[in-house]
């Protein structure tokens, strides 16, 4: 007994000195902890001393810690608006849920007055409500993903010159309703010299009267569009810079999961995925599900495909070499960091090489969200004229870009472009000076570690093309001709321009390297989109990635093959069509002559 009673009194000490010494042991470590986590984290929303907590620059950086202040958390919410998400379900009306514009014939004069200013259908704008509805398109995983309870919050940036009305406001509306309001601290609209009368006073009064957490910022003369994003920048004062373009709508629940990777790592530049709002009837669809951005030697925007291990974990983000242009969000303090733009580039052109190779280089990285989706409008053609004093200010921003960031791959450029050796980039001493103080690797660094496999699909030197020259089938003396025509359209049949002189036409085609064909010097590719018989063919613009446009020529049985339909270039030349049949050697209409062929290339395809 006595024996037990010792045992039991050595455990109630035992329990007892825990009790108090426990709390206090805790408390010291968690107060040290606390003040670690203060200084690694502080600043990541309010640019505090220790902001750069990032300096290894790591490529894909821990998760976020907690802070036990409450400030900074790794607890996740649904931010998803459900009760918006219902309403919008009994909408109806023109153009509601991204359905297309369908407008009389009484209106199409009214129609191409406004397209001549704007590049789209205006009209089809001015017939729909400015906070429609839209479809909701995401990859299904999106819809039950939650994000940080705690997020930065965002300036939005838009920059425009001689916008149309209901365009921007309708982008307006779509981030400010399709947005949580205590992530979104102000929408700064930046008007760029516009001389259109409803973008002054009339535009000052609506977003007073309307929508207070918008303020324009105007230029004094007419910048461009880079320099007008610079503009927007600093005006804007939350934690997150995010640029649109001024004829985009943001769709739902996109801004949680921009703001969550920056939330994570400050040196993050996210990018949504870009959908296509229709010029012609403002339809709202997918421009695809995912691709990797990048370039060609002529500094041509291409795209690379998703690698296998960005497809299994769809829909997370990706690294992306390349950024596809003005759609971005990115820490504010870390752009002024990496200098914003260059200054030096003059009114559009190059800034997204700029701004992505300086990502890379120096520290940061470049990701694409699939969670998050807006949508932009792709005009039929630029109704703003480039100011003629500038000259060839799009060359010379290229050529800016590769002296300061591309080292020896510059002259895989100017290989293609020759006359860039002779332009005058401007003083490009800061530029270099910036490179140097950030620590900035070799760009021969950024293409093999992070557009590695660039080269396979855009060589630095290409190899020769397959066929060239007019395209003629022997039976009916006729010319497969585009006669310039665009993205869409289709074309057919036409006599033979080398046998009728003086007679136009576009006959001159090649099947590249790439494995498409494509008029000469030009980047619209022949396209096939279903494999029914009679499917019609159309030039849809080159993305080099093969699929509906791959083509392959026998050389002995004369016939242009389609990979994807498995069948052959057919014709009928009474009709001079041109469409898609299954292969028939026998077939006189199936011909075809290429004016000049690589043997040696077409027998290694």
Not at 12 to 36: C, D, I, N, R, W
Not at 51 to 61: C, G, K, L, T
Not at 119 to 146: E, V
Not at 448 to 471: C, N, R, S, T, V
Request: glycine content about 6%; some cysteine; hydrophobic content about 35%.
């Amino acid at each position: 007994m006595r024996r037990n009673a010792v045992t039991l009194f050595k455990c109630l000490l035992l329990f007892g000195t825990l009790m108090v010494a426990g709390p206090l042991t805790l408390k010291y470590l968690f107060s040290g902890s606390e003040q670690l986590l203060g200084r690694e984290s502080a600043g990541v929303f309010d640019n505090g001393p220790g902001y750069d907590r990032r300096a290894s620059r790591e490529i894909d950086p821990p998760p976020l810690p907690a802070k036990l202040d409450g400030k900074f958390s790794v607890k996740r919410k649904d931010w998803h608006n459900y009760a918006q998400i219902e309403e919008d379900t009994k909408r109806a009306g023109t153009g509601e849920h991204g359905t297309a514009v369908i407008l009389p014939p009484v209106d199409e004069a009214i129609k191409q007055e406004l397209y001549k200013v704007n590049g789209f259908n205006a009209l089809a704008s001015d017939k729909i409500s400015l906070n429609r509805s839209l479809p909701d398109i995401r990859h299904p995983g999106c819809k039950t993903k939650q994000y940080f309870e705690k997020l930065p919050t965002a300036s939005i940036v838009i920059p425009f010159h001689n916008e149309h009305f209901t365009t921007l406001l309708r982008t307006v509306w779509s981030v400010i309703r399709n947005s949580p309001p205590e992530l979104v601290k102000e929408i700064v609209l930046v008007d760029d010299d516009s001389d259109k009368v409803f973008l002054k006073a009339e535009l000052d009064d609506y977003v007073k009267k309307h929508v207070p957490k918008v303020k324009v910022v105007r230029a004094e003369k007419r910048e461009g569009l880079i320099r007008a994003r610079l503009i927007g920048a600093k005006a804007a004062t939350a934690d997150v810079i995010i640029f649109l373009d001024s004829h985009c709508e943001a769709s739902v629940n996109w801004l949680p999961p921009l703001l969550e990777p920056i939330a994570e790592d400050r040196k993050t530049v996210v990018c949504p995925f870009i959908d296509v709002i229709d010029y012609e009837n403002f339809a709202y669809r997918a421009q695809d599900e995912g691709a990797r951005g990048s370039f060609d030697w002529e500094f041509y925007y291409k795209r690379l495909p998703l690698l296998p291990e960005d497809l299994k974990r769809m829909p997370e983000p990706f690294k992306s070499p390349v950024m596809a242009g003005g759609l971005f969000a990115m820490d504010l303090q870390y752009f002024w960091e990496l200098g914003g733009y260059d200054p030096g580039l003059d009114v559009w052109g190059g800034e997204q090489y700029e701004l992505s190779f300086k990502v890379w280089q120096c520290g940061g990285r470049i990701i694409d969200i699939p969670c998050s989706r807006v949508g932009h409008i792709y005009r039929a053609f630029s109704p703003i004229p480039n100011p003629p004093e500038l000259g060839d200010f799009i060359s010379r921003n290229y050529k800016r870009v590769a002296e300061v960031w591309m080292d020896e791959y510059k002259n895989y450029i100017y290989m293609r472009r020759p006359h860039y050796k002779n332009l005058d980039p401007g003083d490009i001493s800061e530029q270099k000076a910036l490179r140097e103080k950030l620590g900035c690797k070799p760009f021969k660094w950024f293409m093999e570690e992070i557009a590695f496999d660039q080269p396979k699909k855009y060589p630095p030197e290409e190899p020769p093309d397959y066929a060239m020259g007019e395209l003629r089938n022997p039976v009916s003396n006729l010319c497969v001709d585009t006669q310039f025509k665009g993205a869409n359209e289709r074309f057919g049949l036409s006599p033979c321009i080398k046998d009728h002189q003086g007679q136009g036409g576009e006959q001159n085609f090649v099947l590249t390297w790439h494995k498409d064909l494509r008029p000469f010097k030009r980047t619209v590719c022949f396209d096939v989109s279903a494999k029914q018989p009679g499917t019609p063919v159309v030039l849809y613009h080159c993305h080099s990635m093969q699929g509906n446009q791959q083509w392959k020529y026998d050389h002995r049985t004369m016939q242009l093959y389609h990979m994807v339909t498995k069948n052959c270039l057919d014709s009928n030349p009474d009709m001079h069509e041109l469409y898609m049949n299954p292969c028939n050697q026998q077939s006189g209409t199936q011909k075809w002559k290429f004016e000049h062929i690589n043997e040696t290339a077409i027998l290694a395809y």
